[in-house]
């Protein structure tokens, strides 16, 4: 009654507490997640603007025939020197870029080799640009901008720790106007940071990340990534526009809400931890739990007064049945307690006192039902005497020279001597055939006209198999095959070792074979009359029961031709 009591007052108030705090999260969580929504469109409303700009600029470049004729001379004056501006292609480049100090440089690389920078203090090597990734992704998208996302420097000359680059392939159609084969642009890294700082004071991490799942821009360096290092927990950004979910990171849980910006189709994303999204919701529930904690306390004390006077009573029933299951009897419970408890403590009385009478009646039927028992074991015929009276007759035919009857009396003698012999339930296949030879014997006598042949392997004989299980399978072709042909029959045994794990025994007769109604009878239990009151389909149980369901019979047959056995047993030497 006291987990009654709890059940019925704790657990619907812990319930309604979860409840509450369920549906209270899940409301802030919403009204949090509309609010970085708005925060991340406005923010994708910069990056579409800064992005776009970049790609006109860098568009309208890389087709400036008077840029690219500048740029050539240089190349040109490498290999021819002349008095040549080396001004005016910077001057030029600069020119597109006036609306930003973002830009540390262009890189123009001259097809089969060579490259002129912009900016002097940038130098690398030039055949670890040529052979990188962007190089070959610029080259095999000819003609299309590639924004290539905020990366770690590793210029030298460059004080910044990461900067942001762009790039793009001259393509087929201006390759006989120019040398130039690719162009990059290297930017500071904070070329998109500024977008964060005026956009978002919201708590938490903000990064962009382009069509190619590359951060190209971050509030911290920890998610810079390379190329095709992106976390496994910003892939569910690919799958909508726009959404939030819940990952884990590091080990702590945090909710990541993402926006796709309308015209560069970038993943402005946010990133919180959980905690931190609803700390203000775990001191409201704590508080409530101990509140109901209290409150249970207060009610299951009060309620202990009331219990007490029914517990006690039902108690000392409980001790009373405990000691009736363990057979204390007889046994007198004093009824106490409330008047539905002493009621039933009265009826306990009355129940044992009942039992007593019946395990008494039991304990004399039993008794009865065992001096009978004993009395018609009495009375059954001891098999030596059998064997001993069927020896006399055999002697009195012999000594009145009646030699059919001394060898069918001998015959019987040999198959009953196995029956009664008791030695386990299996035999080898060697005194099995013995024990047939003996049984076909006296078949003979009866139903005379067939013939029988044995082809046992010699490596079986000696194998061992439960005994009796062939006999009424030769039975049943003898009776319901061979007994109604009318020329002279065939019985044919066959054994052979088929695997190192089992063997085949095959029993053919050519009588008059089965249609599916005599099949179906022949499948049913034995009748009275058979010698071992076993029929084919307890030879089919027994073998299933012992060895399990891959070995069994299996039976053909077909009326006028005959009827084929086989049955399939492990080998055991």
């Known amino acids: 009654m006291y987990g009654c009591f709890i059940v019925v007052v704790m657990i619907p108030l812990l319930a309604m507490v979860i409840v509450s705090y369920q549906s209270y999260k899940s409301i802030v969580t919403d009204q949090s997640t509309q609010q970085t929504l708005r925060t991340l469109e406005q923010v994708s409303v910069g990056i579409d603007r800064e ?4 790609t006109n600029t860098v568009g309208h470049l890389f087709k400036d025939q008077s840029l690219l004729e ?35 440089g262009v890189v123009f690389f001259y097809r089969g080799g060579g490259y002129y920078s912009t900016n002097p203090s940038v130098t690398f090597h030039e055949s670890l640009m040529r052979t990188s990734l962007w190089y070959n992704k610029s080259l095999a998208d000819k003609g299309k901008i590639k924004l290539l996302g905020v990366q770690r420097n590793d210029i030298a000359e460059i004080t910044d720790k990461f900067i942001n680059t762009a790039a793009v392939a001259i393509p087929e159609e201006m390759a006989d106007q120019t040398r130039v084969e690719a162009i990059y642009f290297i930017f500071k890294g904070t070329l998109f940071q500024h977008l964060f700082e005026s956009s978002t004071k919201e708590q938490g991490d903000f990064l962009i990340l382009d069509n190619e799942s590359r951060a190209i821009a971050a509030n911290r360096e920890t998610y810079i990534q390379s190329w095709l290092d992106q976390p496994s927990y910003l892939y569910k950004t690919g799958w909508y526009a726009s ?31 959980y905690d931190s999204l609803t700390a203000p919701l775990k001191k409201v529930f704590l508080t409530t739990l101990w509140v109901g904690a209290a409150s249970t306390a207060l009610f299951l004390l009060a309620s202990w007064f009331f219990v007490r006077t029914i517990i006690g009573p039902i108690s000392r029933l409980v001790r009373g049945m405990y000691r009736v299951q363990t057979g204390s009897l007889p046994l007198h419970v ?31 039927q039993q008794q009865a039902k065992t001096k009978a028992e004993l009395r018609a074991l009495q009375s059954q015929i001891n098999p030596h005497f059998l064997l001993n009276t069927l020896n006399a007759i055999k002697l009195m035919a012999v000594i009145s020279r009646v030699p059919n009857i001394e060898k069918m009396t001998d015959a019987f003698i040999r198959l009953l001597s196995t029956t009664f012999n008791r030695g386990g339930m299996m035999h080898s296949i060697r005194e099995e055939r013995d024990y047939l030879e003996q049984y076909l014997y006296i078949m003979e006598f009866r139903y005379g006209n067939y013939e029988v042949q044995w082809d046992l392997d010699e490596r079986l004989l000696e194998c061992c198999i439960l005994k009796q299980l062939i006999q009424p399978i030769i039975e049943n072709a003898i009776v319901h095959g061979l007994q109604y042909k009318e020329t002279q029959g065939q019985l044919r045994l066959t054994g052979r070792l088929e695997d190192e794990s089992s063997i085949l025994i095959v029993i053919e007769d050519d009588g008059v074979g089965m249609d599916s109604e005599d099949m179906a009878e022949l499948l049913a239990p034995a009748q009275e009359e058979s010698f071992s009151g076993m029929g084919i389909k307890n030879v089919h149980e027994r073998i299933r029961i012992h060895y399990g369901e891959p070995f069994g019979l299996t039976i053909t047959s077909r009326e006028g031709i005959g009827t084929r056995v086989e049955v399939r047993l492990p080998f055991i030497g």
């Open 51 to 54: 992005a776009s700009q970049i």
């Open 70 to 104: 500048a740029v050539d001379h240089v190349r040109n004056r490498a290999e021819n020197p002349v008095n040549l501006q080396d001004d005016q292609a910077q001057r030029l480049v600069h020119s597109y870029f006036q609306y930003t100090s973002e830009l540390i």
């Open 243 to 273: 959404g939030e979910y819940t990952e884990a990171i590091n080990g702590t849980k945090s909710f990541i809400t993402y926006f796709t910006a309308p015209v560069t189709q970038f993943k402005v994303i946010h990133i919180i931890p």
């Open 334 to 364: 004093t009824p106490s307690g409330p008047s539905e408890v002493y009621l039933l403590g009265s009826k306990f009385n009355a129940m044992v006192q009942e039992m007593n009478v019946l395990i008494k009646d039991k304990e004399e």
